[in-house]
């Protein structure tokens, strides 16, 4: 009888315990009335301000936890901003009214939520009229110099002035009325957008006086005359030094360059594109390409495709090859050296019969001294010719891992060195397999 009553009083103890730990997690829902006072909030605002409010809030004894404004558009949310409740009282804050393509000027709504503790709310609301800044003019900031662009019309700004053919800037509209901001327009996705910098590449056929024009309402905007073409094909941009255009060429085809100013003092991929009486003239193999204009390296070259991709090697030796690695770079290795830097990767020009080229001069676009760069199966890591390549260079080695460079890694051979100013081919035959390729070397 006494085992049965401690084991009782165990069990007692047990449930009480258990019964208070679960207490303590018990979470009541349901109580209280919050209620809030809108004390402060205009009854207009423009496209671009900071629209500050200020609400008063309270509830029956019960805690409060947030505050949700939210600015909506037909319905749709496009600000929100959310404040911690602590305790009664006054409450303010902003938010931020979006400057928008295409809105018109109208009607918005300014919704808040007030939620207590125990998951009660209460909402309000009220419109507001949103107008469209009629902003004075609007700055185009360029890396060298910031023009005025005045206002023309109701939205349209214009700048007409002695201008380069090639304009790149973003647009800023200065901050409008006592809540405004400062609103930037930049490039994304080959259009205009608000809120970012990335520069509008502004272009004329030549340069001189013309004018670039801006509508803050539509976006739209001029010139985009794509001075930078390959065979009447406009060149896309991909930075705000690099353009670039897929075509499908035939060997031997001719090519028109046209919109680069000053494009005979540029460096041109011998490997795939040959001047002759200045005409120029694809030298590859017949097949889809990526073409580069390279404004800060002023330099054209190419890369090959596979679809809408870019080409890696095949197993059937068709494809591409790319070199990563030191002591190599165009259009000079001492400005843009390939280095282990997959992005930088030379694409060789696939010249028929499962070859594969590059050229290269001495001095310039290869180290005469040092090289250390092997071949790979795309742009980027992955396959990569190791011990399976061989070479009968006098010149050129390549590596094992034993002999002073990684498996497939090429070196110059012990007191040997590549003639200062003399071309060099470098040519990859995978004609015998993937299994069996051959390197040769070649001084022109």
């Not at 609400?55 to 949700?68: C, F, I």
């Not at 979006?98 to 009660?120: R, S």
């Not at 901050?175 to 590449?201: L, V």
């Not at 193999?285 to 990526?290: F, P, T, V």
Request: contains cysteine; hydrophobic residues 35%; proline residues 4%.
């Amino acid at each position: 009888m006494k085992k049965l009553i401690n084991y009782t009083a165990i069990l007692c103890l047990f449930t009480l315990l258990f019964s208070c730990k679960e207490d303590e997690f018990i979470v009541p829902i349901g109580g209280g009335s919050p209620s809030m006072e809108i004390t402060n909030l205009p009854k207009t605002a423009f496209f671009g301000d900071s629209l500050a409010f200020s609400l008063n809030v309270k509830d029956q004894g019960v805690a409060l936890s947030t505050l949700k404004a939210q600015l909506l558009f037909s319905g749709e949310v496009v600000a929100e901003k959310i404040i911690r409740t602590k305790d009664y009282g006054e409450y303010t804050g902003k938010l931020f009214v979006p400057f928008l393509k295409d809105i018109p000027n109208g009607a918005a709504e300014l919704k808040f939520t007030l939620e207590n503790v125990e998951l009660v709310k209460a909402d309000t609301s009220q419109s507001i009229t949103i107008s469209r800044p009629d902003f004075p003019h609007i700055n185009l900031v360029t890396p060298t110099k910031t023009y005025k662009m005045n206002r023309v019309a109701l939205n349209k700004y214009e700048l007409t002035e002695n201008l380069p053919f090639k304009v790149n800037g973003y647009l800023e509209a200065p901050a409008f009325g006592a809540a405004g901001n400062p609103i930037q327009f930049g490039w994304e996705n080959d259009m205009i957008t608000q809120g970012i910098t990335q520069n509008i590449p502004f272009s004329n056929s030549v340069s001189g006086v013309y004018t670039i024009s801006f509508n803050t309402l539509t976006y739209e905007a001029a010139p985009f005359i794509i001075g930078y073409a390959f065979n009447g094909e406009g060149m896309k941009m991909v930075n705000d030094n690099l353009y670039s255009v897929d075509l499908t060429i035939e060997n031997g085809q001719e090519i028109t360059i046209d919109g680069i100013e000053g494009l005979s003092a540029w460096g041109i991929s011998s490997d795939y594109i040959r001047e002759d009486g200045g005409k120029y003239y694809f030298n590859a193999m017949s097949g889809k390409y990526r073409f580069y204009a390279n404004f800060d390296k002023e330099y054209i070259y190419a890369e090959a495709m596979n679809g809408s991709n870019l080409a890696s090697l095949n197993a059937d030796g068709t494809g591409a090859i790319w070199i990563i690695g030191e002591g190599i770079g165009k259009p000079t290795v001492a400005s843009n050296e390939v280095g282990w830097n997959p992005d930088n990767a030379i694409c060789m020009a696939p010249i028929g019969g499962k070859k594969y080229r590059v050229t290269v001069i001495a001095g310039k676009s290869i180290k005469t001294d040092n090289i250390n760069f092997k071949f790979f199966h795309q742009k980027g890591w992955g396959g990569e010719f190791k011990n399976e390549l061989t070479t009968t260079s006098d010149v050129v080695f390549v590596g094992n891992g034993s002999n002073g460079r990684d498996p497939g890694n090429l070196g110059l051979l012990a007191g040997k060195t590549l003639t200062k100013d003399s071309t060099y081919e470098f040519v990859v035959d995978l004609s015998e397999g993937n299994a069996k390729p051959k390197l040769t070397v070649t001084k022109k």
